[in-house]
């Protein structure tokens, strides 16, 4: 650290210093336990508050900032710390818009915003800020409770319900406990059954579970329970982590239109103790606004959306490959009507070095087709190293490469048009280009 003049008048320990120098002799572990200066050596540990109490405390926080040779940083409003997603991306989400929201404070529930039903000796309470749903060990015990508003959930657009949910005894057996979304004959929900957790959706009366007990928490302790969901898909998280997703092919997966919060323990025959189930927290909220729609217009002066890949990036169109200057581009293309394989084939040149930029296919519908490229090394087709391959039934694509192979006369570069499925003539499309 270079020098650097002060003017410090009656600070405990030093006085009228002019310069002040770092000894790393008198560092350790990497903190500053000293300050040499020309009037002489200071107090080991600096007066909390003096300015060489603030030099010390700025040069740990360096020390602790780069301790692992890595630069940590935060960035906060004051309140909040700006987080990253699983695969270390910023996370930008505005607000939720909360289209439910309740607590469980008092000693009962508000009977302006929830039904409740008991059978048996079944029980709901409220205790320190839970909701209590009890069973005792008899067969037909059963409490529930229900939010009187339904929630319409706006087509196409995201609605969450979100859930702090705490299971004393996870392993009881004939006793069912759910929590989620439901009305008469519809719903969503996760389902404690015998002590099997599983994920649920109910479409007129006839349910359907998936097994994800491999996610369920046994700590004993509250964890929040999320499900995601919009009229063609639904999405369900244990603590933020996704255990298991729905994606409808046609219609809506159950009636996200009329659905109610639905909380519910009962049991299906003798249990062995009493069960319950606690909730300090349940809500549903628009989550809409958490996707951003970029648009844009292209050169026709149409108004067109960016789109994003299966793993939530952005997809960018790169401009079609050319070959650079003083290089022979090379354009290999079939289109025509194909039975059964059919390969076109290109030797590369003696002492030449193809790089192939890019595979592009397309087929008309008929039980699906491929387009493969290879390299072939010996001209045999017996030894075929696959580069790339594309998969069509009445779709085109292509995909971007940066691959290079080198002639000596017999290697050669094969395009393969394949009708999957049967024989059937069908039109096939295929081009890969480079250069050399």
Not at 113 to 142: H, K, M, P, Q
Not at 325 to 330: A, R
Not at 407 to 436: H, K
């Amino acid at each position: 650290m270079g020098s650097k003049g002060y003017f410090l008048n009656n600070e405990v320990g030093l006085r009228n210093v002019d310069e002040t120098r770092i000894d790393p002799a008198k560092e350790t572990n990497g903190h500053l336990e000293s300050l040499d200066t020309k009037t002489g050596e200071v107090q080991a540990t600096p007066t909390q508050h003096t300015l060489l109490g603030r030099l010390k405390d700025l040069w740990d926080k360096l020390v602790e900032l780069f301790n692992d040779g890595t630069a940590k940083i935060k960035l906060w409003d004051g309140n909040r710390i700006v987080e990253t997603s699983l695969a270390n991306e910023l996370m930008i989400k505005p607000p939720s818009q909360p289209l439910f929201v309740a607590h469980f404070k008092g000693t009962s529930l508000n009977a302006n915003i929830w039904d409740e039903a008991v059978l048996g000796s079944g029980t709901v309470s409220l205790s320190d800020g839970n909701l209590v749903l009890t069973t005792t060990t008899l067969d037909g015990d059963s409490a529930h409770v229900t939010n009187k508003q339904i929630l319409n959930q706006i087509f196409s657009k995201i609605n969450k319900f979100t859930s702090s949910i705490l299971i004393p005894d996870h392993t009881i057996a004939n006793n069912v406990r759910i929590w989620g979304l439901h009305n008469a004959t519809e719903g969503v929900y996760f389902k404690l059954d015998s002590g099997i957790l599983s994920v649920c959706l109910e479409k007129n009366s006839v349910v359907t579970c998936v097994n994800i007990d491999q996610y369920k928490p046994t700590d004993g302790n509250m964890h929040k329970y999320d499900i995601l969901y919009r009229d063609d898909l639904v999405y369900f998280y244990i603590d933020d982590i996704i255990v298991h997703n729905v994606v409808g092919v046609t219609g809506h997966l159950f009636n996200d239109e009329e659905v109610k919060v639905y909380l519910k323990n009962y049991n299906v025959g003798t249990t062995a103790v009493e069960s319950q189930l606690l909730c300090t927290g349940v809500g549903v909220f628009d989550e809409s606004s958490s996707g951003t729609r970029i648009m844009g217009e292209d050169d026709d002066g149409a108004i067109k959306y960016v789109a994003v890949t299966q793993d939530g990036r952005l997809k960018v169109s790169q401009e079609p490959p050319s070959a650079p200057p003083e290089t022979t581009e090379v354009a290999i293309i079939e289109y025509n009507s194909i039975a059964g394989t059919v390969d076109t084939d290109w030797v590369i040149p003696t002492g030449k070095t193809i790089l192939i930029q890019r595979l592009a296919g397309g087929a008309e519908p008929a039980n699906g087709s491929s387009i493969e490229l290879y390299y072939d090394p010996d001209g045999t087709k017996t030894n075929l190293e696959i580069i790339d391959v594309i998969f069509s039934d009445g779709q085109s694509d292509q995909h971007v490469l940066n691959a290079t192979y080198t002639g000596d006369g017999v290697a050669q570069i094969v395009l393969r048009r394949t009708g999957l499925a049967n024989s059937s003539a069908r039109l096939v499309f295929g081009r890969w280009e480079g250069y050399y």
